[in-house]
Structures are given as structure tokens and as C-alpha cells.
């Protein structure tokens, strides 16, 4: 064979369906956002299909789109 079945590369499982992995993991993430108008940190999921704003002074920190949330630049 020219693939090494139990040793797969990074690269290759994250190709790969969440359930057909070696050892399966979750596509989604939670990540931490420092709000660039009054720097305090919100914690924002990967996926998330709401727009994320910040708690204190209302910036949009984040915008759905199909799949993985985008950050706003600032």
C-alpha cells in the first residue's frame, strides 16, 4: 500500500469526515476575541450563525457566513 493506514498524516485526517477519523474530533473550535474598541475578551465559537458583538460596547466582532464564523478586522 502506499498510504500507512494507522499512521496518517495531520494533513490527511483533517481531510477526512469527523467520524471516519483514526481517533474522532470535532471540525469546530472555541476561540477567544479581544475587542479592538475597549480590549475586553469575548469568547466566540467557531461556527457560530448569529453575529457575535461585544458585551460593553457593542462592536461586531464576528459575522456568519455558511460555515466557519469571520472574524472583523480591527
Do not use: W
Not at 474598541?37 to 462592536?59: D, E, K, L, P, R
Amino acid at each position: 500500500l502506499a498510504v500507512d493506514l494507522l499512521n496518517p498524516s495531520h494533513a490527511h485526517e483533517q481531510k477526512t469526515h469527523k467520524l471516519k477519523r483514526l481517533v474522532q474530533s470535532p471540525n469546530s473550535y472555541f476561540m477567544d476575541v479581544k475587542c479592538p474598541g475597549c480590549v475586553q475578551i469575548t469568547t466566540v465559537f467557531s461556527h457560530a450563525q448569529t453575529v457575535v458583538m461585544c458585551s460593553s460596547c457593542a462592536n461586531v466582532l464576528a459575522q456568519p457566513t455558511g460555515g466557519i464564523t469571520r472574524l472583523t478586522e480591527g
